[in-house]
């Protein structure tokens, strides 16, 4: 399990939730993304994101000066393209 700091701090809506969607399809399952922000736009953003990666929020917490989300990488669903052999 490896784990990769993305310091977020300083930038505004939408560049937090950009990055960390970015950065998640190069980590493997299991791997721990830990995302640190300022904006407080992410505190919905991320979640939101994380929703629809079908990835996991281990830990968030916010203080007077930044949020932080340990997200962990889950195994990636298989591709559903309509089509049967």
């Known amino acids: ?7 977020l701090t ?3 809506c939408p560049l937090p939730v ?3 969607r970015k950065a998640l ?6 791997d721990v993304l830990e995302v640190r922000c300022t904006d407080p736009m992410a505190l919905i953003d991320i979640p939101v994101l994380i929703g629809e990666t079908g990835d996991r929020i281990i830990t968030s917490e916010r203080s007077d000066e930044m949020i932080v989300f340990v997200i962990e990488k889950l195994a990636s669903a298989p591709a559903v393209d309509g089509e049967r052999d």
């Open 10 to 12: 300083g930038l505004k």
């Open 18 to 20: 950009l990055k960390t």
């Open 1 to 7: 399990m490896a784990k990769t700091v993305l310091d």
């Open 25 to 30: 399809p190069r980590l493997q399952p299991g």
